[in-house]
């Protein structure tokens, strides 16, 4: 068996732990009840009840899908030291940044599938209500998908290290703040101080850009989007939840399970 058949075997066994997990369906029914609602919510304005039935759908999608990742996907890692079975599966010839991956990979899946149950609803809830849908909507679906290939990754580098509590504090902050990175950076830019200027800049380069990945606006006004408005987010995440991988895989292979 070679490194990737092994990644794959954990990353099948992950996919069959979580969904036997009932805090992902908990939140998944929530998830679907909240879109349900946008219906409610909508008809509470008689200009663009469209728009706010849509942003309140995305909202839902997006907020759920970072809170599976962050309780559901913490709690998979710590349940395996917790419970010693690491041991058992490090005891076999598999590396621990393998098991690492295999780990982010099968949650992933996980996730995208829940993504593509919310997005059903979501389409369903769009077509009874006679709002439009398109191919926009598709690719705003699309960034959420590699949003939370971002926060998986980050979730998975803080349990590496630290509590489950703390891990899921810690993602869920840097969550927040990933969607406010480029406020902070143009708040910076407009300071008289150029110490300023470069210290928000830096931290917008090192903290993850989660804004790049929300087209709800553009979805739900039916304005149109560029082939890079898509591609670019995607090959941004994709670079940055492999720098994350590598440093979680760096702090995993050093960490005293005794």
């Not at 849509?54 to 890692?77: M, S, T, Y």
Request: aromatic share 10%; glycine share 6%.
């Amino acid at each position: 068996m070679n490194s990737l058949d092994r990644i794959l075997a954990i990353a099948t066994n992950t996919v069959r732990e979580a969904i036997r997990d009932r805090v992902l369906y908990t939140l998944l029914f929530f998830a679907l009840a909240l879109i349900g609602t946008g219906v409610l919510v909508s008809t509470l304005s008689y200009v663009e009840s469209e728009r706010i039935l849509q942003d309140v759908g995305f909202a839902a999608i997006r907020v759920f899908a970072v809170a599976i990742a962050i309780f559901v996907g913490i709690g998979l890692v710590h349940r395996e030291v917790d419970r010693r079975t690491i041991f058992t599966i490090l005891s076999k010839p598999i590396s621990r940044s393998e098991f690492l991956l295999g780990k982010y990979l099968g949650l992933l899946l996980t996730l995208w599938l829940q993504i593509a149950v919310m997005g059903i609803g979501f389409v369903a809830v769009s077509w009874l209500a006679g709002a439009s849908i398109g191919s926009v909507h598709a690719a705003a679906l699309g960034l959420v998908g590699a949003e939370v290939a971002v926060v998986v990754a980050i979730a998975l580098l803080f349990s590496a290290f630290t509590s489950p509590m703390l891990a899921s504090l810690f993602t869920a902050a840097l969550w927040v703040i990933g969607h406010l990175s480029r406020d902070l950076r143009n708040l910076g830019a407009q300071s008289a101080l150029e110490s300023v200027k470069r210290a928000t800049e830096l931290l917008y380069r090192a903290l993850p850009d989660l804004g790049a990945f929300d087209l709800t606006m553009h979805a739900a006004r039916g304005i149109p989007i560029a082939v890079s408005d898509v591609a670019l987010p995607v090959l941004y995440a994709a670079g940055y939840a492999t720098l994350v991988l590598i440093a979680a895989s760096w702090i995993f292979e050093r960490r005293d399970f005794r």
